[in-house]
């Protein structure tokens, strides 16, 4: 195809991977299509410290005038595929370019095919561009791809599609074309250096929501050598979509698949017992509450058709709430002094709050001091840190924080069912109810049969006090704060003061 303006205007980076390639790397510089052979295109080699003459060959091409620019540089020791691939890229985002293809140092994948695979980001349809050989799967057998490659290509391909949602032709081609602006948003550094690097980039490029387009490329089967041992290969890419996974799951963490922006609030859990559930029939009809932490005040619209005054607090809180008895109110937790007068209320909502502040005693016992007049209710709901998951990740040396959930990283402290229940009674508070709350597996796998029948069971098993605090998911208290010692002063000091004028007008 011709070279088009918006093409001629990329900065593009032709980015050749090359271990023992002496004998072919000539042969992919010389398939290079004319078209790319202008200003704004350069190749890079990076050796990944071959045992052969590879950098020495390619010096010959660095020296050649030329119509595009040749770098070849030799990693002084083995970084692997993956590494070497991080270098690469790294070099493209800080050198300026906008594409980089990504192209094997021994001719595997067509170099002729470049200026198609470039199209979809001129056009702006893409973020990353793959050349798969199964879009037409009969062309790689065809291309002499072994049979038992093109089995295992397409089971291993299948079993990623499910894991993750996706549904990719190919998990596996190695010929790869990248927006520098997307790798800038990926944590790429981080990825394996091994060959599943490729299975690491796709899980992130799909959980930051960016646009993967396959084109089709002809499969070639030379006499390269094969530097994959297959077996462990698989068993890595398995590994890292179930990892990944269970991080979006937020059943344990991976540093490197934490991308795209981090959830402010939480969404309803509605339709099965939940903490939101339990809170909507804990509301009295007609009570004034007052919910701390509200975030967007999705729970607080629902309270409102039971309550007479619902009041939401939080940093993040909408400016007009939906019904005309619901009022919210920006408030930052930590750093101002409550905004309302606590006593007003018949009930305060701390749903999933708790575990965010630094300092939760003293909090508490700061409302139990300015509830001067009347002592609301305090319905909250907290995780249960003694889950049987997290106490399974912890058997074999898994504790890390993650986006959600019970280790979410915005939480500061942790509670049992016990240290939670210490923590009222410390703080001066008499817990009329405690009770375990299932895990939300609806959100995994849907309010159906199945989901019913597992929130069924989980249900059960926390009604057993033996064993409840292993599968209570979080634990829901209702409490009432006992009189401060200032307020029964003042109480006993009111209290005589009539009780002295009524005997001294009975004597009189």
């Known amino acids: 195809m011709s070279d088009t303006p918006a093409q001629a205007q990329k900065r ?18 010389d398939r290079i299509p004319a078209s790319l052979r202008r200003p704004g295109v350069e190749v890079l080699i990076i050796d990944d410290s071959s045992k052969d003459r590879t950098f020495a060959t390619g010096l010959k091409h660095e020296d050649r005038e030329g119509d ?28 300026g370019f906008d594409i980089v293809a990504l192209v094997h140092g021994d001719g595997q994948y067509a170099p002729e095919k470049l200026p198609d695979l470039i199209e979809p980001f001129i056009k702006g349809e893409a973020d990353a561009v793959f050349g798969s050989r199964m879009l037409r799967k009969q062309d790689a057998l065809a291309g002499g791809m072994p049979l038992y490659k093109w089995i295992g290509n397409q089971v291993l391909t299948s079993f990623e599609n499910f894991v993750l949602g996706t549904k990719l032709s190919e998990f596996h081609s190695g010929y790869r074309l990248y927006s520098v602006a997307a790798l800038k948003k990926l944590p790429f550094e981080r990825n394996a250096n091994d ?42 890419c398995c590994k890292a ?11 344990l963490y991976d540093r490197k698949f934490d991308v ?31 919910d701390i ?76 001091e300015k509830a001067i007049h009347k002592r609301p209710e305090i319905i909250l709901t907290t995780a249960n840190i003694a889950f049987f998951v997290t106490r399974f990740m912890l058997f074999f040396g898994q504790f890390n924080y993650g986006r959600k959930g019970i280790l979410d990283r915005t939480h500061t402290r942790l509670f049992t069912w016990r240290s939670l229940r210490e923590l009222f009674e410390q703080t001066g508070y008499n817990v009329l109810e405690m009770r375990g709350i299932p895990a939300p597996f609806p959100k995994v796998v849907g309010n159906g049969v199945v989901g019913k029948i597992i929130m069924a069971i989980n249900g059960f098993l926390c009604r057993i006090p033996i064993i409840r605090s292993l599968f209570n998911y979080q634990i829901y208290v209702r409490a009432q704060a ?21 005997i001294r007008q009975q004597a009189a």
């Open 12 to 29: 593009v980076l032709i980015f050749i991977v090359a271990y023992n390639a002496e004998t072919t790397i000539t042969s992919v510089l």
């Open 68 to 95: 595009f620019r040749v770098t070849i540089l030799r990693n002084p020791e083995n970084q692997r595929y993956g590494g070497n691939q991080k270098l690469g890229y790294r070099y493209a985002i800080d050198n």
């Open 195 to 236: 060959f599943h690097f490729d299975t690491d980039i796709i899980i992130q490029l799909h959980f930051a929501g960016m646009r993967i387009v396959e084109l089709p490329i002809p499969t070639f089967y030379g006499d390269e050598i094969c530097r994959v041992n297959g077996i462990k290969y698989a068993w890595d």
């Open 241 to 251: 979509v179930v990892r990944a996974k269970l991080h979006s799951k937020n059943l």
């Open 260 to 290: 795209g922006p981090v959830e402010e609030t939480y969404d309803l859990k509605l339709g099965y017992d939940s903490s939101h559930e339990r809170a909507i029939k804990s509301v009295k009809p007609g009570a004034r509450v007052l």
């Open 293 to 368: 932490g509200c975030g967007r005040g999705y729970v607080a619209e629902l309270m409102a058709e039971k309550a007479a005054q619902v009041t939401g607090l939080d940093q993040y809180s909408p400016d007009k709430g939906g019904k005309p008895n619901v009022e919210y109110r920006k408030w930052d937790i930590e750093a101002e002094p409550v905004p309302v007068d606590i006593s007003d209320y018949d009930q305060i909502f701390m749903l999933d709050i708790i575990e965010h502040l630094k300092d939760p005693e003293v909090f508490m016992e700061m409302l139990r």
């Open 482 to 502: 006992r009189p401060t010692v200032p307020n029964i002063l003042e109480q006993t000091i009111s209290s005589s003061e009539k009780l002295r004028e009524e």
